[in-house]
């Protein structure tokens, strides 16, 4: 997983002037005695970008590694929310790849949706894995989520690969949006992402159970979105 990181970083830091956002130390870094738990996160922007978070958690018991990462763009571009979220455990993986449009029309389908779409044809071998129903709003063609045995999970790195490689270019010729309308449409659809995750999202639940609540809440508010 971490060959995975280092190479999305690698991407972004060539493509973007990146800068991190310190965060706060008790969300920044959390470790349990014995390497029970581990759990890193990290945010940074850019120009076109409101937020990328990163989290990194290996647990000990029962075995854990998991690395999610989700590029949040200003929304004075209309660019489609980015994400990914790879689960590991001692037998199997749990799979989340997705782009989320900002807008809902033909054009913007053709431009920023499409390119992902025909990519994700490469991988559709994966199994689809039930999906919550709140993620149902945001499936798309370019939608991953599957839950394969390991020996899967080059093949989802390199999927992943393949999508920040097709998303990088599009935030380095984002253009500013021109009309308020427009405008609001996005801003509407990043508030309900964000709303979704916040108020939806049951691994939120989860994971206060290993860490606490109230760190949990304060994590998915400062850090994941």
Request: hydrophobic letters at 40%; glycine letters at 4%.
């Amino acid at each position: 997983m971490d060959d995975l990181f280092n190479h999305v970083l690698s991407q972004c830091s060539s493509a973007l002037q990146l800068e991190e956002i310190k965060l706060p130390p008790e969300l920044a870094r959390t470790k349990y005695p014995f390497n029970a738990l581990e759990l890193v996160c990290r945010n940074w922007r850019s120009e076109s970008l409101r937020k990328i978070y990163c989290m990194r958690m290996k647990v000990r018991v029962p075995q854990l590694d998991i690395l999610g990462m989700a590029f949040h763009p200003k929304p004075c571009f209309d660019l489609p929310i980015f994400m990914f979220d790879l689960t590991c455990t001692k037998k199997k993986i749990i799979a989340y790849i997705n782009v989320c449009a900002a807008i809902d029309d033909a054009a913007y389908y053709e431009k920023y949706m499409e390119p992902f779409e025909q990519a994700a044809k490469r991988y559709a071998h994966f199994q689809p894995f039930k999906m919550p129903e709140w993620m149902q709003y945001y499936r798309t063609g370019c939608t991953i989520y599957t839950d394969p045995a390991l020996n899967f999970l080059d093949e989802l790195k390199a999927c992943i690969k393949d999508y920040v490689g097709l998303y990088l270019p599009m935030l380095t010729a984002a253009v500013k949006i021109s009309g308020p309308q427009k405008l609001e449409a996005v801003e509407r659809a990043h508030a309900r992402f964000v709303n979704d995750v916040l108020t939806k999202d049951r691994s939120q639940i989860m994971l206060g159970k290993v860490i606490g609540k109230e760190k949990a809440g304060r994590l998915f508010r400062e850090v994941l979105t």
